[in-house]
């Protein structure tokens, strides 16, 4: 492939709420970022005019004309980075973003953090960036991005190294980029690069691994495989990358990084496309997801991955309060039959563990976390969800550690991160440094415009708590009538699901009180 040459490539500062192309800011406004931002936060899915109204003009009556005019102003910037589709006009419905990803990151930072690229890990610290494709398709592509994914996860498992995670990585997607520019922005000594070539059913998979710090080519491979051989390439590449790193590990060692997938090809190709899917974390694209897996156990009944797949996108359901009827009896038996076939994947014992925790069996729970960091204590979503858990526990300096730590692994973390940190602030009565927090996510759903209530009602900040409450009660309120449902008839009751997921009384009553000093229930 040769050394990549540096290109500007965008990004969205959300402090300054700004478009930047390498750096140096757009001339755009801040009603066109606020809708590329909701637009990317929903990649690849149809985003309704209203929503984006919403986003853009929030609390105001304007003229669709108006949308047209901002989304007009989006093409003609991104255009300029090629001859790229970036935003998809759905006649009568709205708008879907299908360019490549652009990343959301955080302009202000501490002192410490201003003068210098987060500091590199003791250990030897590795990101991979998502593969270039050819023969696939553009509805296929998530089939080269499955391969990725599965080589980081190979690697994220080798307690010796740091592997950055994948939608951190991933936020590089159709870019040509500067590796040494890479591993100052994840914080990284080691980039992998590589392509992907489908020709027929066969594949041609390329791989370098290059010093970001000097850019040198530590080491490269071509692989020319059938397409069933998948797997043997995935552990290949996996094993070579470890070995060619230096303060490389122990043979011994390696063994922990190979997973059992399955033989069939087609069983593969369906996780993965519900991989894409759940992802989106909404009500249909999680439903379609689960019946994706249930297709790839008829397959092959011995998949792992596709149980806990299952089970995962019913605990999404749950923890999203969607209003169809989940049953974690069945999530419990799909998780447990694929720890009886693998009981070393880390991201089946978190999935069970969160499972144990709605069903409030906290110890089991808490076990489960602890086997799962213990397997890998690379994975950001496995620390991110047990900073989570803790909170509820009435844990939240823990927490905050954890999350910490999800997002040292995941430097462009999703907006969930932020509400988990946020959430612990607020347990720590750190209600400034949680709406700061809270602030850097966008879009907000109804439980972070909650939370900012709950935050500026404990700090006296009445007019802004106001506002913030009334989105987050139009919010929820709009969830039941979606679904042909009675709203609640006390308006605490909005908040009662969330509440009552704390396990200490005092830690309750606190959640309410933040809401109920900005007004809810008045």
Not at 28 to 54: H, M, N, Q, S, T
Request: with cysteine.
């Amino acid at each position: 492939m040769g050394k990549a040459q540096r290109s500007p490539f965008f990004r969205i500062d959300a402090q300054s709420e700004s478009l930047l192309r390498g750096g140096e800011p757009i001339a755009l406004g801040r009603r066109a970022v606020a809708l590329l931002r909701l637009l990317l936060e929903r990649a690849g899915e149809p985003v309704a005019r209203e929503a984006l109204i919403e986003a853009a003009w929030p609390g105001l009556a304007i003229e669709e004309g108006n949308l047209s005019v901002q989304i007009a102003a989006l093409r003609r910037v991104l255009g300029e980075a090629g001859d790229i589709r970036w935003i998809e006009t759905l006649p009568r419905r709205g708008y879907r973003y299908v360019g490549p990803a652009i990343p959301i990151v955080n302009s202000r930072k501490s002192p410490s953090q201003a003068a210098s690229a987060p500091t590199l890990p003791e250990k030897p610290s590795v990101a991979v960036l998502p593969f270039s494709s050819t023969g696939f398709g553009p509805r296929h592509r998530y089939f080269a991005d499955g391969i990725v994914e599965d080589i980081i996860t190979a690697l994220s498992r080798f307690k010796s190294l740091f592997v950055v995670a994948r939608s951190s990585s991933f936020a590089y997607k159709g870019k040509t980029v500067d590796t040494k520019l890479v591993g100052q922005e994840l914080g990284v000594r080691y980039v992998v690069e590589g392509s992907i070539r489908k020709i027929g059913k066969s594949l041609r998979v390329a791989v370098q691994l290059i010093d970001a710090e000097n850019a040198f080519h530590l080491w490269t491979e071509c692989y020319d495989r059938k397409l069933e051989d998948i797997f043997v390439v995935q552990d290949e590449i996996a094993r070579a990358i470890v070995s060619a790193l230096p303060r490389r590990m122990e043979d011994a060692g390696r063994t922990v990084a190979i997973r059992k997938q399955t033989p069939n090809i087609t069983a593969y190709d369906l996780v993965l496309l519900g991989n894409e899917q759940w992802r989106r974390l909404n009500q249909r694209d999680l439903a379609e997801a689960r019946e994706r897996f249930r297709a790839a156990i008829e397959l092959d009944p011995n998949y792992a991955r596709a149980h806990a797949n299952i089970a995962w996108t019913m605990v999404c359901e749950t923890f999203l309060e969607t209003p169809t009827a989940v049953n974690l009896g069945d999530a419990l038996q799909h998780v447990e039959t694929a720890l009886d076939i693998d009981d070393d994947d880390a991201w089946y014992h978190a999935v069970i563990a969160q499972i144990l925790f709605l069903q409030r069996e906290d110890d089991r729970a808490e076990t489960h976390f602890k086997r799962a960091i213990a397997l890998n204590p690379n994975d950001a979503d496995v620390a991110a969800a047990f900073a989570n858990i803790l909170v509820y526990w009435g844990r939240w300096r823990e927490a905050l550690e954890w999350i910490g730590t999800a997002k040292r692994l995941n430097p462009f973390p999703p907006n969930l991160y932020h509400w988990y940190h946020a959430l612990a602030l607020y347990s720590g009565r750190q209600y400034q440094a949680a709406i700061h927090t809270l602030k850097e996510a966008r879009p907000l759903h109804s439980w972070s415009h909650g939370l900012l209530a709950a935050c500026c009602g404990q700090v006296g900040m009445r007019a802004e708590a106001r506002a913030e409450l009334n989105k987050f009660v139009e919010g929820r309120s709009r969830e039941p009538r979606r679904s042909n449902r009675s709203a609640p008839i006390h308006a605490l009751d909005l908040a009662a699901v969330r509440a009552d997921r704390y396990r200490n009384a005092r830690d309750r009553k606190h959640f309410l009180d933040g809401l109920k000093k900005a007004g809810l229930g008045a």
